[in-house]
């Protein structure tokens, strides 16, 4: 039988995730930001602490990576971050489209960039924040985005990095989340 929960720790921080699975021969350890402004925080603080150089901006995916870019804003002392929203909404101006595939999503989405956003985007060095990395694929249609609008991605990180992710040398993460074999 396998287990209900995951203990996870984050440095001082530790939370119990439940197990959840996601198709018929994986499950994962269900960690969720929002509401969790702790963590949220701590989190912020240690990934400011990684990130080397200097940025302009952060973006962020909709919707569970908002807490922490926002938190990463804070403590960075960017006034502005950019959400990338998962739907074109009817105040956009201009928006800029990518489709994406994502571990915890049934069917493909989309993935939206406000024509504004685009604009103010232009040329700017941006740290690309997401609560978990898992497959990548949300990452690199952010990535795509983000090209089609001209700005510079200087850095990819998240709170986790699960499974393979955790091998990656391309993004910055404070912990691993492990994958779990349904029997």
Not at 30 to 39: R, Y
Request: net charge negative; glycine share 4%; with cysteine.
């Amino acid at each position: 039988m396998m287990q209900q929960t995951y203990e996870l720790t984050i440095g001082k921080l530790k939370r119990t995730l439940p197990i959840i699975p996601i198709n018929e021969t994986t499950a994962i350890a269900s960690f969720v930001l929002l509401g969790d402004s702790e963590l949220a925080h701590y989190a912020a603080a240690k990934l400011a602490d990684k990130i080397s150089e200097p940025f302009d901006c952060i973006v962020t995916l909709e919707s569970k990576g908002i807490p922490l870019a926002e938190e990463l804003s804070r403590v960075s002392d960017h006034p502005k971050f950019i959400v990338l929203r998962k739907s074109v909404k009817a105040y956009m101006a201009s928006p800029l489209e990518v489709s994406v595939d994502s571990i915890t999503t049934v069917s493909q989405q989309n993935l939206v960039l406000d024509g504004h956003d685009a604009d103010y985007l232009r040329g700017k060095r941006v740290v690309l924040v997401d609560d978990v990395i898992s497959t990548g694929g949300s990452l690199e249609a952010a990535e795509k985005l983000l090209k089609k609008a001209g700005a510079t991605i200087l850095v990819k990180c998240a709170i986790l990095a699960e499974g393979d992710a955790a091998k990656r040398d391309d993004i910055l993460y404070l912990e691993k989340l492990p994958l779990f074999q349904r029997i």
